[in-house]
């Protein structure tokens, strides 16, 4: 194992326990050695995981529903800004891909990533890498904006990111996808202004509040169930609230838990809550949207 270690691309450090390794084609290798991990070696590899989800892929799978499908299907052709929130592992990459996959095929489309762990299905594709630092962050924001690309896709939503893409937005940028990790979409709300603010240098996190809230049209909040499925839970737009002192949610889809089913599946149903998007006005310049999909059942 030490000797797959020495060999993956660069030699180990003196002393080097930890070990982190970027590998052709954009596989990605994490090893433990002793004496961190006692008498053990421990390795791990990621490959590139290819993003060959649509949004019928999720509606079939009932990760959506058909509404939700078909909301998030006019808001990307329309080139609203979406950004989506999920722990590891909850499906958020899957959901970024599907809305990826919504736009044209002849989409010129540019990817800001820490690695190549997704890969498009789109034939115009570009992957740019993040960097380790601050400095190469905003560097790589800023040069694939230059290209002027026709959606912009950011898998790593976090840090000098955050301010930079923010900006890019205030410039009249559109057509953004992005995803952050966070458990829910409240620890967000609670966690990205905070960080803009610091990044910017602002004196105040109301500010910060509020370019985020200007920022984004949709916010989606992903999720996996304890039956190993995942399942958007809310579709959401950003509100602010008390003076904008709060960065708050207006839920327009919701999923509710029914019941857990013998052998563990989790059963639920998606619901509309009623508030139709301030997005819907300029959906409505475009291809018609049936607004009778946020109407909230009476049942």
Known sequence: VRRVC???????????????????????????LPPASGDAHMLVFRKPKKAAHSLDDLVRSGAISRAIATLLAHAVASRANILVTGAVNSGATQVLGALAAAGGIDDRVIVLQEDDELVFNQPHTVSILIGDTAEEGAHAVRAAIRVRPDRLVVGAFAGHVVAEVVDAVGDGVDGVLAAAHAPTLRHLCQRAPADLAATRGLASVDTAREWLAAAFDLVVEVARLRDGRHRVMRVSEFSLAQGGRELGLRDIFTFTVDRTAAGGAVEGSFHPTGEVPRLAEDLARGTPLDSSIFKRSTR
């Open 6 to 32: 020495e060999r993956a691309r660069q030699p180990l450090k003196p002393n080097e326990v930890f070990v982190e390794r970027r590998l052709e084609r954009g596989g990605r290798m994490f090893g433990v």
